[in-house]
């Protein structure tokens, strides 16, 4: 009994020292900031029978041992010193401070537990390069988007009107520091009209930047030839009627006044024929108006033009193609007519065909008969009162 109950009471005292000394033991955490902010560094002991702290930087320098101070350094300050816990801050933390710091436990031997302190650093502001206003329509445009002083590097994404262009080539080189990053992107593409004012986005994103990423912007100018149509006010234009002939141009700049013709000369009757502006109106419409009308629109990049081909219709006419459709109609009732007719003469001549007489089988000599008809025949003239038996079938 008492060599078991000796051996209960080692047990349990080497379970004691054990504990002892595992709950002895520094614990901290790695720890991630922005440049320019602040870090706070914890160590804590659960089980401490008043054993020194210490921290240290990634230079083994003494930064502070229990609450005194070791290093001349203003940012570093000491926020709780106890014996299970030294903690302390940095602030305006820098690339530099940026490594592994040691907390030691000054037992036999000396505990110690690593934390490491890693320093994002910001990108600076995008800028993009390469856009030189204006830009002529099928130029080759080649638009740069730069951003240094990030760690790690940057991303770099392209957007044209909120719609993100995937098809750019990215880069990224050390900076002198060997510790930040340059990254650029290029986005290469042909000036075409319909980019005229569309605005062009680079955006940099980082963990740094709390999800608000970085934008650089540039609204596009692209110059380009005008496009010429005429849009009459109506399809049908009708002699002793009014037409207007609409010339839409578009360009970049814009079009000068347009330059309306007829049959590549000068308008014939400028009386009638007004120009208003882009529109042409042409009053009391008549044959002498048909032709080819043309409209010229010109800017300081080129000039272009659209025509209209104008024939004008008489109303009598245009009246006057009613009748043969009623004609038509006219002429497909009488074939009906006609077809029903011929039909109702065809049948009744049918059923006249097979409309006939015959006597029973008592009639006289249907004995002697094969058929039905023979027996009829037979009997036509021999049978005095055949007509009491006939029976009709049709």
């Known amino acids: 009994v008492f060599a078991c109950n000796l051996r209960l009471f080692c047990l349990s005292s080497l379970y004691k020292l054990y504990v002892k000394y595992q709950g002895q033991f520094p614990l901290t955490q790695n720890v991630t900031v922005i440049e320019g902010e602040t870090a706070t560094l914890t160590c804590r002991v659960d089980q401490n029978d008043n054993t020194s702290l210490q921290w240290s930087n990634p230079a083994q320098q003494t930064l502070y041992f229990d609450d005194k101070k070791a290093l001349r350094d203003n940012r ?220 010229e629109a010109e800017n300081s990049i080129g000039l272009n033009s659209a025509e209209y081909v104008l024939i004008i219709h008489d109303p009598n006419t245009l009246a006057g193609q009613s009748v043969p459709d009623h004609a038509l109609i006219g002429g497909i009732v009488a074939v009906v007519v006609f077809v029903t007719l011929c039909s109702i003469i065809l049948l009744g001549r049918y059923l006249a065909r097979h409309k006939g007489t015959y006597l029973t089988n008592e009639a006289k000599g249907a004995e002697d008969a094969p058929d039905a008809d023979t027996a009829i025949i037979n009997a036509e003239g021999s049978q005095v009162n055949a007509e009491e038996k006939k029976e009709y079938f049709i």
């Open 76 to 295: 570093i300050e000491l926020l709780r010193a106890s014996w299970h816990e030294l903690t302390i801050r940095v602030t305006d933390v820098s690339l530099s401070d940026e490594g592994q710091y040691t907390c030691s436990l000054f037992t036999m031997p000396v505990k110690t537990s690593k934390a490491f302190l890693t320093v994002l650093g910001v990108p600076e502001s995008p800028q993009i390069s390469g856009f030189v206003s204006p830009v002529m329509e099928g130029d080759r445009m080649e638009l740069t988007c730069k951003t240094s002083g990030s760690k790690p590097a940057a991303d770099i994404r392209w957007f044209k009107n909120d719609k993100e262009v995937k098809d750019v080539k990215y880069s990224k080189e050390e900076d002198a520091n060997r510790k930040t990053f340059t990254v650029s992107s290029t986005m290469v593409f042909k000036a075409d009209r319909n980019d005229d004012g569309a605005v062009v986005s680079c955006r940099v994103d980082h963990e740094s930047l709390n999800s608000t990423p970085q934008i650089a912007m540039q609204v596009l100018e692209i110059h380009y030839i005008p496009s010429v149509k005429i849009i009459p006010s109506t399809p049908w234009p009708e002699e002793g009627q009014s037409i207007t002939l609409i010339c839409e141009s578009k360009g970049k700049p814009l079009p000068d006044p347009v330059l309306w013709t007829k049959d590549g000369g000068e308008l014939p009757d400028p009386e009638r024929m007004v120009v208003n502006g882009r529109e042409l109106n042409i009053n009391l419409l008549n044959k002498t108006d048909n032709g080819t009308y043309r409209c």
